[in-house]
């Protein structure tokens, strides 16, 4: 009995343990080693760190969100326009490659192809006899943006803990020891710059100052300034020319200010010294316990607006590393909550007011030269990042985006002008931290003019999630911009007589009737693109009652837009011809864009673009690069398929390197492309509130793809078009049981529900007839698509739902329950 009961004990102490440390919380029981991969992100999305957590040995790798090679340059490329028409003239007459070899000796720049993102370089903490140790445990706690390291030597037990400051602005470093006296370490820097300095101060500041890299014939002209000061209490600091020694202390604070020359895209005329220091002197003087609370009640002022339970089981008390290898195999439902609410914790991290956008990688890279020059792709990538910021109640994160839009509305207008003739502004498939807009990489990927227009449709989001007009007049122009380069860019076609984008292609893809080559004229996603800047634009001007005869104008070009076309695979075409092959497994599958994030493509509305779309997914297949995979959630979501959704999932979260086919995820849950990539995260955590929410197709739609894994489950603080936030969403056994709405617009809210639903003061609700009468929830009418005599398409079955209209009322709170 004895036995047994000390057992039970164990096991008891060992559940509340593995529970207390689970949480929102990336932990392990080994260190880094080396790999960057391996390390863990923290940012106030200006400043980013990767923490390592290694014992005798640490890294703190660091970022600025303005350190970019090069300097104020454009790369438009004049040459293009006088051979646009011979361009045009070769793909009309299906001379495809001979058309891409044109494009690439006149559109394609002969400047440079954007700049770099690049890293300020590291600080080393260096704790000599600490290379046996015990104990070893690391996290980063979600919840808090923290980051903390312990492990044992000689009794001690020592403790570090990493956070980037949001109202301070620094980076800090706090490090303790059980023991009085026992915190010995030195503190240098190393950065890959090459053109960088490390000294010491007289008042024993350690510093690094640089110039970003000359790139691509743009000269590096980015000037940074790192300052590292430590706070001791008991022992002694000392210093030599390049590093920092402290002996005997009780505990160190670091602090780390960094800051560059950098105004903005065309300004780099600031004093990275002064702001450096400013942010230095005016957080050094605050205690650790001052800095962590404001910290934590900063951050959270975010994070916090979005809980998700989807259950957990005992799989949730191992280390993420050995999660990630399990995850296939077993039911982890906590681990999708965690990389869910990761996916917002990056973007916290790396994206604020004020500040750049979210680029490749967020915040985070340590290489001098990182994979895509780590900028802005904007056929995809970009736009993926931002995904999540409306819908899980992000949407002050946004504004970087927002204000790089209207940023390249300026500089494109120079780049639409030379380079095609054409008013308004226009950008193709990348940029980088000053905003440039010509054509780059070569003419297979380069030739898009849909950059900027993607773009645009994030301005016209945002409103539809807060409906604020006076925000609208400010973005105007931006939108009005991108729908008057296509008044004048669209040629018609002459064979279809429709108008088409030509050049343009489908990013990153090529039929075989082409030739190899990507060059096409009206691609399925060009039409769906240039058919939403046209309808944004139109539904813009009307609310702030302007231009009536150029919404006219837009009214009359998108209605001889080319329809989508259903191809003799069943498929939805790429194409505008039927040239689609069935074992295409190419990880962008552009012409989705209707399904998502566009909402042209409906279940309801639409139903054969909608039983097309899921074939063209079907023929794809699941498994490729880690942001396809991440997008392919979003599809299979509005789909009405949460299985599928959920096996994408589970092939996103597997370690990398197990998908023979593609990516999946790292053990610090960075998406691995491969490389990393940070939209994958983005976009799974997009997918993931889209699987339990979605608000495009004219309601608010409550689990439209529920997987059979999560019968029971809540989720809070998710927004709506119109202004709703589903401030509670409660379901069990798939069918919802409690739901709390607050409306912060009014208005009529129509409610999709998969049961029936009454208030909770017991009155009947009023089912849905006709169209919403929410203005947020007006959809522009699909055109009927072109279907193949070869086609065999059905309309899919879908779930049964029941639709309720409610009318709200701005500023109250409605609560209903399930019958």
Not at 404 to 421: N, P
Not at 796 to 817: H, I, N, R, S
Request: with cysteine.
């Amino acid at each position: 009995m004895q036995q047994t009961f000390f057992f039970g004990l164990l096991l008891v102490s060992t559940w509340a343990f593995s529970q207390e440390k689970q949480g929102l919380k990336l932990w392990y029981n080994q260190t880094s080693g080396t790999k960057w991969e391996n390390a863990l992100p923290i940012g106030n999305g200006r400043l980013g760190a990767m923490v390592y957590g290694n014992v005798d040995k640490e890294t703190i790798q660091l970022n600025e969100h303005t350190v970019w090679s090069g300097s104020p340059n454009r790369n438009d490329n004049p040459a293009a326009l006088d051979s646009l028409a011979e361009i045009r003239k070769l793909i009309f007459e299906g001379k495809h490659k001979e058309a891409e070899r044109l494009a690439n000796r006149v559109i394609i720049t002969k400047k440079s192809h954007g700049q770099m993102f690049q890293p300020v370089g590291s600080l080393h903490l260096n704790f000599a006899g600490h290379e046996n140790y015990s104990n070893y445990y690391r996290e980063l706690d979600i919840e808090k943006a923290v980051a903390k390291t312990s492990y044992v030597v000689d009794g001690v037990t020592y403790t570090r803990e990493a956070l980037a400051s949001f109202p301070d602005r620094v980076i800090v470093l706090r490090l303790t020891a059980s023991k009085a006296g026992s915190l010995s370490f030195s503190a240098n820097y190393s950065s890959p710059q090459r053109k960088k300095v490390f000294a010491t101060t007289p008042t024993k500041d350690l510093t690094i100052s640089g110039t970003t890299s000359d790139h691509d014939g743009v000269k590096g002209m980015v000037e940074f300034k790192g300052i590292t000061r430590i706070k001791l209490d008991g022992g002694s600091l000392s210093s030599n020319d390049t590093s920092l020694t402290v002996k005997g202390a009780n505990s160190a604070t670091l602090f780390i200010s960094i800051a560059t020359n950098f105004n903005n895209y065309k300004d780099v005329s600031g004093d990275e010294e002064k702001r450096a220091a400013d942010h230095l002197n005016k957080a050094y003087p605050k205690a650790y316990a001052t800095i962590l609370a404001g910290h934590i009640a900063a951050y959270q002022k975010y994070f916090k607006r979005v809980k998700l339970d989807l259950g957990t089981t005992p799989a949730a008390n191992l280390p993420i590393d050995e999660r990630l290898k399990n995850f296939s195999s077993t039911n982890d439902p906590h681990l999708v909550s965690l990389y869910y609410q990761f996916g917002r914790y990056l973007l916290i991290s790396s994206s604020q007011p004020g500040g750049q956008p979210a680029n490749l990688q967020g915040i985070w890279n340590n290489r001098l030269n990182p994979p895509w020059d780590s900028k802005y792709t904007i056929n995809i990538n970009t736009e993926m990042n931002y995904w999540p910021a409306e819908r899980t109640n992000l949407a002050e994160l946004h504004r970087p985006l927002l204000e790089m839009v209207k940023e390249l509305s300026i500089t494109g207008q120079e780049t639409a002008r030379t380079m095609y003739g054409t008013r308004g502004w226009m950008a193709h498939h990348n940029t980088d931290i000053w905003r440039m807009n010509g054509a780059i990489d070569g003419a297979f990927w380069g030739m898009w003019t849909a950059g900027g227009a993607w773009l645009t449709q994030h301005l016209w989001e945002h409103y539809l999630y807060n409906g604020d007009k006076t925000y609208l007049a400010t973005v105007y122009p931006a939108l009005k911009g991108a729908a008057l380069f296509y008044v004048d860019f669209l040629i018609e076609h002459p064979q279809y007589k429709w108008l088409v984008v030509s050049p343009g292609n489908s990013p990153e893809n090529a039929p075989k009737a082409h030739g190899g080559s990507s060059l096409d004229a009206g691609t399925t996603m060009d039409n769906q693109i240039v058919y939403d800047v046209f309808s944004s634009t139109i539904r813009t001007a009307q609310l702030l009652g302007k231009d009536a005869a150029f919404v006219d104008t837009l009214k009359q070009l998108r209605s001889r837009l080319a329809p989508m076309h259903i191809g003799q695979h069943n498929q939805l075409q790429e194409w505008l011809d039927d040239v689609d092959a069935p074992d295409d497994h190419h990880r962008h599958v552009s012409h989705l864009y209707g399904l998502f994030p566009s909402n042209q493509i409906s279940p309801y509305r639409t139903p054969e673009l909608f039983a097309a779309s899921r074939n063209t997914l079907l023929q794809r297949g699941d498994v490729s690069t880690g942001w396809s995979m991440g997008w392919k959630v979003n599809w299979w979501a509005k789909l009405q398929d949460g299985n599928h959704a959920y096996k994408l999932i589970q092939n996103q979260l597997t370690p990398l390197g197990v998908n023979p086919d593609g990516g999946g995820t790292y053990n610090n849950l960075f998406d691995a492309h491969p490389p990393f990539q940070i939209d994958g995260n983005f976009g799974c955590t997009s997918g993931i509130t889209e699987m339990l929410l979605q608000s495009s197709d004219a309601a608010v739609h409550l689990l439209p793809a529920l997987p059979d894994v999560w019968p029971n489950g809540s989720i809070g603080g998710l927004r709506a078009w119109g202004g709703f936030e589903v401030v509670d969403l409660q379901w069990k056994d798939a069918k919802v049981v409690k739901l709390v709405v607050k409306s912060t617009l009014g208005g009529n809210l129509r409610l999709r529900v998969p049961n029936a639903l009454k208030l909770s003061n017991g009155a009947s609700l009023k089912v849905a007839t006709g169209k919403n009468p929410n203005p947020f929830y007006q959809t522009e009418e699909t055109p009927a698509p072109i279907v193949s005599a070869k086609a065999t398409i059905k309309p899919l079955e879908l779930k049964a739902t029941l639709v309720y209209d409610v009318p709200t009322q701005k500023g109250l709170v409605y609560t209903f329950a399930g019958q």
